[in-house]
């Protein structure tokens, strides 16, 4: 048999294609000890070592922060639109059991009052996007 074609089984981990072997060490003072572990915090990174390469290389370093009352807001904002559907539903429905049910003197009147919470509805979505803008410009920068 060709021992060649025989394949050996080590066990344990595979090993890396481009592993790091290479080792740097350098000392900081105090002050710039404390300016880097603040900016290692800041980062949300995970290694320290990652960290620095992306430091020394210019890499970007990205900082996603999640702001639980954003996603809270937006939650609710989805909620409320969603709800915002359904009364437009329950409008078409209602304007047609209305006309179907009813005499036309008493479905003007009925109608009249639909129209006017349909203003005050638009008025308060109106106001829900100026606060959503508001919120926008103040909290998310865009």
């Known amino acids: 048999m060709d ?12 090993p890396k294609i481009n592993p ?14 404390q300016k880097l572990n603040g900016m290692f915090l800041h980062s949300e990174m995970q290694e320290m070592s990652r960290f620095l390469r992306s ?3 210019n890499k970007p370093i990205k900082v996603i922060k999640i702001d ?3 996603q809270d807001y937006y939650m609710r904002l989805t909620n409320l639109y969603s709800q ?25 009147i009925l109608l009249r009052q639909l129209e006017k919470a349909t203003f005050e509805f638009v ?20």
Not at 93 to 101: D, E, G, L, M, P
């Open 68 to 70: 639980k009352a954003t």
């Open 123 to 142: 008025a308060i979505n109106q106001k829900v996007l100026e606060m959503t803008k508001e919120y926008r410009a103040k909290y998310l920068d865009f």
């Open 3 to 14: 021992s060649n074609s025989k394949k050996v089984y080590k066990g344990g981990r595979k």
């Open 20 to 33: 790091c072997k290479n080792r740097f060490v350098f000392y900081l003072d105090d002050a710039d000890s």
């Open 84 to 108: 915002f559907q359904t009364v437009g539903v329950n409008y078409n429905q209602t304007v047609k059991a209305i006309n179907a049910n009813f005499s036309e003197k008493r479905a003007a």
């Open 55 to 57: 430091v020394i290389f």
